[in-house]
């Protein structure tokens, strides 16, 4: 059993539209982070939420934690090529917070 | 400033040939990490160095795999003997450790195609 579930594990849609992606578990964490990685590159990091219900916003994306620290959303406005890639959520392993254990991703497709 | 530098970023070998993977991580970092990425197990960590010393290896898959970290600025990853089920994207990330600090982002090198053939 993973520790966080990412869904869909595909997504493709048109320029344009929105869309939002998940990150789920039945555990609790102090600190969730979303990266975004692109063909050929590492991983990137996007945004780190760290308490309950907040809600931070990177131009057209959208992060929030949930109430329960347990899951977390991305959620993408007018969808653009450049959005395409794959969106890993990550979380502090128990046994050090520099050490991340991360989601199996959302891949992200945006058509022209 | 210089990213995490991973080389080579290709590699081609064959089964049972001895492959060792590069990395320097970001200066003034003191925590290095090393990942595998494959489509059917996404992004594994392999192992993880503090200030040099090797902390946490229970990702390292088995005896054939290895690494060592003789400074604070290079780092090995080596596979003797390769196997075809080895091939994969292998990452190096590093960040820099604070005491206290609850969270950190770990900055990536743009990886290693690995291909055993």
């Known amino acids: 059993t993973q520790l966080l579930e990412q869904s869909p594990q595909f997504l493709s849609i048109q320029e344009g539209e929105n869309l939002t992606v998940y990150c789920n578990s039945s555990s609790v964490f102090s600190s969730l982070q979303w990266y975004r990685q692109e063909p050929g590159e590492g991983p990137v990091l996007l945004v780190t939420v760290v308490t309950g219900g907040e809600v931070k916003k990177l131009k057209r994306l959208t992060f929030q934690f949930g109430d329960a620290r347990k899951d977390s959303s991305l959620h993408i406005t007018a969808a653009q090529p450049g959005d395409t890639g794959l969106y890993l959520c990550a979380v502090p392993s128990s046994g050090s917070a520099r050490q991340l254990t991360f989601g199996s991703g959302t891949q992200l497709t945006v058509l022209p | 400033d210089a990213g995490v530098i991973q080389s080579p970023r290709h590699e081609v070998t064959e089964m049972g040939q001895e492959v060792t993977l590069r990395c320097k991580p970001i200066s003034g970092h003191n925590s290095l990490f090393w990942y595998r990425q494959t489509m059917m197990r996404g992004l594994e960590l392999l192992i993880y160095?503090?200030?040099?010393?090797?902390?946490?290896d229970s990702g390292m898959p088995e005896d054939r795999f290895s690494a060592k970290m003789p400074n604070a600025s290079f780092s090995t990853l080596k596979i003797q003997p390769s196997e075809p089920r080895d091939s994969a994207v292998y990452f190096c990330?590093?960040?820099?450790?604070?005491?206290?600090?609850?969270?950190?982002?770990?900055?990536f090198g743009p990886g290693t195609r690995l291909t055993v053939t």
């Open positions: 160095f503090n200030n040099n010393v090797p902390i946490d």
């Open positions: 990330a590093s960040t820099r450790g604070r005491p206290g600090l609850k969270h950190y982002e770990q900055y």
